[in-house]
């Protein structure tokens, strides 16, 4: 990316059709390189910027702790770049609305033996929902963010209207779109992702052209409200009835022993469960309602069919078509994981994606997110949070004999 202002020639860089000093964007900034770099570069374009930082939480135990997101330091140092470079700054309290919309429904999403993500959340809800509200009602016509993504306008519908489609990055190594399948046509359309077509690398070296004061600083890594990743101690201070014991059940029947509480637990863990057998075991299911474990071994795992709530989708056929017949896509189950041929269906309104070969470890809680195809510059068609996985071990009684079987093996 050029750090050269570009020429108005009717159509400035964000897509709009006036001079870049007659376009407010107002820019997230969560005090790290990437949203700095997006606030400074739209500024040396010549667009009325306007820098918000989004207090989310007590950060009191954060403020210097490195890896975090949103911090105490992560606002100071929002408000230093944007003194730098000579642009408004403001830091909204947002954290009455974070606690609810975000920290609740993380802790209780694990009193049901789900496994959440709440950084999809957070763009879900406060940050692409209420931030973007906020920059409405400034006059700014986009909201600009530092993610890796890109965006674009698509061919005119049948209304003649144009709608901006999704993209994956340029760095595949910074890919962020499993984590943005969320986000509605509505905001898409108001959204910029200037960085979607840049390398990280490129960015850290504007960063440091540009002399900008978190040049060096390392990227954030941990969910910003829990300190060392100590997930558990926090759902546990929220809710204290998330200690609730219970058993340890293998597949095949046999109590193993006790565990402190479900919140302990995700589909597929195999390390720190608390039991010794002789043989590697895994989480494969999660009763919240009794507050059992059940472990088994690997095959137990493989799931082919996955039911959906909540689904975003932003494919060009509406969804309701998709009703019988179905539609051929790619659908990613975890972030580090690559995006696999499934079908798409919807069953007596139930969204419901069919892979075309069984993966392990999907949890009720995470999300699936659709791909027109499996390559890295792929459109985002989507996605849902996953409901209900079905195992490819139709029941425990097939899954004992599996397990069985491969001892005597």
Known sequence: MSLDPKPFDGLNSLGFAKAPEDTR?????????????????????????????????????????????????????????????????????????????????????????ETPIPCVACNQTVKFSDLLTTARELGADCLATGHYIVSRDGPAGPDGRVHRQLFRPADASKDQSYFLFATTQEQLDFLRFPLGEVPKSETRAMAEEMDLVVAAKSDSQDICFVPQGKYADIIAKLKPEAGEPGDIVHIDGRVLGRHEGIIHFTIGQRRGIGIATGEPVYVVHIDAKTATVTVGPREALATRRIELRDVNWLGDVPLAELEGDGLDLFARVRSTRPPRLARLTVEDGVVVVTLAEGEDGISPGQACVFYADDSDRSRVLGGGWIKRAEPMLADWAAAKLAAETRVEA
């Open 25 to 113: 964007v107002v820019v997230a900034m969560s005090g790290g390189v990437d949203s700095s770099v997006v606030a400074c570069l739209l500024k040396r374009e010549g667009y009325d910027v306007v820098g918000m930082t989004l207090q989310l939480y007590d950060h009191g135990a954060a403020v210097h702790r490195k890896g975090a997101c949103c911090a105490g330091q992560d606002i100071h140092d929002a408000r230093r770049v944007a003194e730098q470079m000579g642009f408004p700054h403001y830091v909204l309290d947002y954290e009455q609305r974070f606690r609810e919309q975000v920290i609740d429904p993380f802790a209780n999403a694990y009193l049901d033996g």
